[in-house]
């Protein structure tokens, strides 16, 4: 299969960021056909065309937007997640330089359908240049009286991985710390400011207008139905040629992402692992290369689809360091509520390292396997459940390359890839990593 | 800069929520624009601007790995070393810059015009290395591309 724009339409050759180009294009024609529709004709379109979050939950967009509480007396909020911050995800980035006005698009038509007028998109806070492009693309909406009695704010974060996390979202946009709320109530109950609240990804509310323009019927044929209709913008990188963002129909599978658009492994390198979906997800092996990109087929492989990032690894990386640099990123951005997450996550690092440092022996490995075992599903949120499952995935799948590491140290002796990686981890006083580190 | 006072800037935004507390990350923002960290003066005008306490703006700063409670340098260079970067090389961008520097990561210079850091991953990883210069993402940036960075923020 090969590459199609529908969410990145009209930006193939340049980015579509003056809205005269992007009217030229088609744009802003769907909201037109919207605001013509009632709100739940909106929502029925919506769940018909088979649109699944982007962010990485794969919810149904349209169910979501119909548990939306009604008569509550307090108004609905509308909230993008735009705090893109996945290890190995950078496609919401590409949608808001590229493609800012179909964000906007698709925010109005989602308001209307949710009879709401108040917009909030949280956008990570290292996102300067998508910010002012998305600022500059809002003023001229504003000022091409596009918005209708619509507000949508933009908002920025302050970086935190975990403010990618819905209710850290939403707690962060209250002005407070970003740590996970416990559910239910889910947002839509209760959500911003205790309203109801609808909350999607950059990806998901930038299809809304494609779906519209289509028709639903239409689009729910695109891709791997029915668990999987549309399209997706792949973020690709890692050991591999051509690195960047593709939009493929779902069910395009790996082999053709990574070789046919990526251009396959440089330098005369050997695959050696696929991370699907993300540095959360378990990790594929080259014998898994021709699953096909999309929701069932990458459970039955015993992964997930989560944001489209796919991180190709050649066989110059070493597994140990790759799970202890995994782990180190997630006990960096736990928040601390959860002691399992907080704890656990401290724990993985502290025996990684040792592992790494081929000071192990067998309980070691064993007593990581156990940590893993004891963070899953237990926590509020699923950050510690993200840094679980790839860790415990490497040792499943890699577990004589764990074993050499136990029984003589790290076979790559210095030359992995990943080898002596200098975490934010390791540069906090108070951590005992760095502690040992800078020893 | 703008003319208007931090006080006045910080009301600006409170008018855009419905609840003024959620005017705090823009404000801590603004704050450390004028004085590129967060002093506990910056934090006092924050809370007196926003009707909360200090000790609870710093609470929230504290969470959020942009906001400074430590002076910083006046240019701040920023590498990625999360996955994606590290398999391209991070590694050795890092230490480019910590030749070209003379600093290890987390450390500023004497004369207050450099911080070193390594960031989480920024998303940029289809073309890591990942750096960040005074919050512009440069990218990819290779370790030969390091020392002519350096010489262009040092003025030369």
């Known amino acids: 299969m090969a590459e199609r724009a529908l969410v990145l339409s009209g930006a193939e050759e340049r980015p579509l960021t003056k809205l005269a180009d992007y ?4 744009g802003f024609a769907p909201l037109k056909k919207a605001r013509r529709t009632k709100p739940a004709a909106l929502v029925e379109e919506l769940l018909e065309s088979g649109l699944r979050g982007r962010g990485g939950a794969f919810f149904p967009m349209g169910r979501k937007a119909s548990f939306l509480a009604k008569g509550t007396g307090k108004p609905t909020y509308l909230v993008v997640n ?19 006005h179909r964000l906007i698009e698709g925010c109005l038509i989602t308001a209307h359908a949710i009879e709401c007028d108040r917009v909030f998109i949280y956008i990570r806070g290292e996102y300067l240049a998508e910010f002012e492009i998305l600022r500059a693309a809002l003023e001229e909406v504003r000022s091409a009286d596009l918005l209708d009695g619509v507000t949508i704010v933009l908002h920025r974060g302050a970086g935190a991985y975990i403010c990618g996390e819905e209710s850290a979202l939403l707690e962060s946009l209250e002005g407070k710390r970003g740590q996970p709320r416990s559910r239910p109530p889910y947002p839509a109950v209760s959500g911003l400011y205790a309203a109801p609240t609808l909350i999607n990804n950059v990806e998901t509310i930038a299809t809304v207008p494609v779906i519209l323009a289509m028709g639903a019927k239409k689009y729910a044929k695109v891709g791997f139905p029915p668990n999987s209709s549309g399209t997706r913008v792949f973020s ?36 050696k692992a696929i991370i699907p979906g993300g540095s959360s997800v378990p990790v594929l092996t080259p014998d898994q290369i021709d699953t096909p990109l999309d929701a069932s087929s990458m459970a039955e492989a015993g992964s997930m689809l989560g944001s489209g990032a796919v991180i190709v690894i050649d066989d110059r990386c070493c597994m140990v360091q790759l799970g202890l640099r995994v782990a180190q990123f997630y006990m960096h951005e736990s928040c601390g509520k959860c002691t399992p997450c907080r704890e656990g ?77 200098f975490a934010p981890v390791d540069q906090h006083a108070h951590s005992p990593v760095a502690d040992e580190v800078r020893a | ?52 306490t200090p000790a609870y703006c710093q609470a929230v700063a504290s969470f959020y790995d942009m906001f400074h409670l430590d002076p910083v340098g006046r240019h701040l260079v920023e ?6 970067c590290g398999l391209l090389g991070a590694q050795q961008v890092l230490e480019a810059f910590e030749r070209e520097l003379d600093l290890h990561p987390g450390d500023t210079s004497q004369d207050g015009e450099f911080t070193l850091r390594t960031i989480e991953c920024a998303g940029g990883c289809g073309w890591g290395t990942v750096v960040a210069v005074d919050h512009r993402y440069r990218e990819p940036v ?15």
């Open chain 2, 1 to 52: 800069m703008s003319t208007r006072s931090l006080h006045e800037e910080i009301q600006g935004v409170m008018a855009q929520y419905p609840s003024s507390r959620s005017a705090t990350l823009p404000a801590l923002r603004l704050a450390q624009e004028r004085y590129g960290w967060l002093p506990p003066q910056a934090l006092r005008e924050v809370a007196e601007a926003l009707g909360e």
């Open chain 1, 236 to 271: 690709l990188s890692g050991n591999v040629v051509n690195g960047g963002n593709f939009e493929l129909p779902m069910g395009t599978t790996l082999r053709e992402l990574v070789y046919d658009l990526g251009g396959g492994i440089p330098d005369g390198r050997e695959l």
């Open chain 1, 82 to 100: 735009a705090d893109e911050s996945e290890p190995g995800t950078f496609k919401d980035r590409e949608i808001m330089f590229r493609v800012p």
């Open chain 2, 79 to 84: 590498v990625c070393t999360n996955v994606s």
């Open chain 1, 345 to 421: 996550t401290r724990w993985m690092v502290q025996i990684l390292h040792k592992i790494e440092a081929g000071e192990a022996g067998q309980g070691d490995l064993d007593l990581l396997l156990d940590v893993c075992d004891r963070i899953l599903g237990k926590c509020l949120c699923p950050l510690g459940d993200a840094a679980a499952m790839p860790v415990a995935s490497y040792v499943d799948k890699f577990r004589d390359e764990f074993q050499a590491h136990l029984d003589h140290g790290c076979p790559m002796a210095g030359t992995s890839s990943l080898d002596g990686l």
């Open chain 2, 142 to 156: 290779r370790p030969e591309d390091v020392p002519g960075i350096v010489q262009e923020l040092r003025g030369g």
């Open chain 1, 23 to 26: 009217r030229e294009a088609g």
